[in-house]
């Protein structure tokens, strides 16, 4: 059992930046790919980034790509580096970790944290 905490969420002014983390319990790097999803109020929860196993291959969102970075250390914590921030990335952030494979869809993931709240004002 994988437990995962979110940290770095709050509030900030559109064009801001943030910094989330996510720690894991226990060592993910090289076991576990991991993944951000958000969920705005009313909406339903959705992929923002992924990262693998090993820390390549990042696949993002289109509405984050060129504004969000996704990055892991090499023990247990997993990061997205928030640039540009729009009133449209107000949302609770969740971070997961994944058995497989590094995949969009919630479904892919095995272990969710319980969220962070992110709200940009415009």
């Known amino acids: 059992q994988v437990k995962l905490v979110e940290s770095g969420g709050g509030l900030v002014q559109a064009g801001d930046s943030l910094r989330l983390s996510c720690a894991a319990s226990?060592?993910?790097?090289?076991?576990?790919?991991m993944g951000w999803f958000r969920q705005a109020p009313g909406k339903e929860r959705e992929f923002v980034a992924t990262?693998?196993?090993?820390?390549?291959?990042p696949v993002y969102a289109d509405s984050v790509k060129n504004r969000f970075t996704i990055s892991r250390d090499n023990a247990n914590t997993m990061y997205l580096q928030m640039d540009s921030l729009k009133p449209e990335d107000t949302a609770v952030y969740f971070c997961?970790?994944?058995?497989?494979?590094?995949?969009?869809?919630?479904?892919?993931?095995?272990?969710w944290g319980q969220g962070t709240q992110v709200t940009v004002s415009s």
């Open positions: 997961a970790a994944a058995r497989l494979r590094a995949g969009t869809s919630r479904e892919d993931y095995n272990y």
């Open positions: 990262i693998s196993r090993s820390g390549g291959s």
């Open positions: 226990q060592r993910t790097f090289g076991t576990h790919a």
